[in-house]
């Protein structure tokens, strides 16, 4: 059976943070979807398109990443691409005891069991929430953020 991950996020928008995680997760899995999340009851800052569309820029090289926009329960869009992992990074001690939760209920509804990564330390003060404050305050996000798509966010 292959081992496919679903690297689920809002990523609003992708850090270097996000991209060193499914870098660094290629060798344990046969294919990664990076899945990004659509909430409506969330405001984004950047829409779904536009998210999906940096993703696959960042990633075009990467025969193994896929991206794909989804909305509802993360268990319920593993089964929908036959998943059996869901990959999360994990920046410190407040992220393991939120996102442990969140793969214990996901385990328990699915079977689906959650690889948890932990943050490069140079990275686990990247978050998306942070930059999107930069760049909604015409601050220059561009070292949060991939080369790819650095130019095009700090002109939002």
């Known amino acids: 059976m292959p081992k496919i991950a679903v ?8 850090t270097i943070g996000h991209t060193d995680i499914v870098e660094r997760s290629l060798p344990l899995f046969d294919s990664i979807i990076i899945g990004v999340g659509n ?13 999906t569309r940096w993703i696959e820029k960042i990633f075009a090289h990467e025969k193994k990443v896929s991206v794909q926009a989804f909305s509802g ?3 319920e869009f593993c089964k ?6 869901i990959l999360r990074g ?6 393991f005891e939120y996102e442990s939760l969140i793969a214990q209920a996901n ?8 690889i948890f990564m932990l943050s490069k330390p ?10 999107r404050d930069i760049v909604r305050n015409n601050g220059d996000a561009s070292k949060f953020l991939p080369a790819a798509i650095s130019k095009e966010i700090n002109k939002k």
């Open 39 to 51: 909430n409506s009851q969330k405001k984004y800052l950047f829409d779904t398109e536009t998210r």
């Open 122 to 131: 140079e990275y686990s003060a990247i978050s998306s929430t942070v930059i």
């Open 90 to 95: 994990l920046r410190s001690a407040a992220d």
């Open 7 to 14: 690297f689920p996020g809002s990523f609003d928008p992708i």
């Open 107 to 114: 385990l328990s509804m699915s079977g689906i069991e959650t």
């Open 80 to 85: 929908n691409v036959n998943a059996n992992f």
């Open 73 to 75: 329960l993360t268990v």
